[in-house]
């Protein structure tokens, strides 16, 4: 069984940089890509970036140059870093977990239980 666990979040002002962390644990080698995902009240969950166990990144295009995903395969450690934080970014941000094919379509998942990242002055 996977588990993922978070940590980070918060509230920041705009400007300001955050940093998440995801620690995974159990038998996290089914799992070829790790990310994070954000939800706002009232809109849908979206992804914000994946990073794959080969090291490619995605990012949503309202993050890019701001947010940075890396990996750490030792630690079964994902970690965001979010700069230039904007009140937009305001959401709950879920760490997950998924087996991908080659097709794109996930095979399978888990998910954190979600930190709240507030931006606001």
């Known amino acids: 069984q996977v588990q993922l666990v978070e940590s980070g979040g918060g509230l920041m002002h705009p400007g300001g940089s955050l940093r998440l962390s995801c620690a995974a644990s159990?038998?996290?080698?089914?799992?070829?890509?790790m990310g994070w995902y954000r939800q706002a009240p009232g809109k849908e969950r979206e992804l914000v970036a994946r990073?794959?166990?080969?090291?490619?990144?995605y990012y949503a295009d309202s993050v890019k140059d701001r947010f940075t995903i890396s990996r750490d395969g030792a630690k079964n450690t994902v970690s965001l870093q979010m700069n230039s934080l904007k009140p937009e970014d305001t959401a709950v941000y879920y760490c997950h977990a998924a087996s991908i094919n080659s097709y794109g379509r996930i095979l399978a998942e888990k998910w954190g239980q979600g930190t709240q990242v507030t931006v606001s002055s």
């Open positions: 159990g038998r996290i080698f089914s799992f070829n890509a």
């Open positions: 990073i794959t166990t080969g090291g490619s990144t």
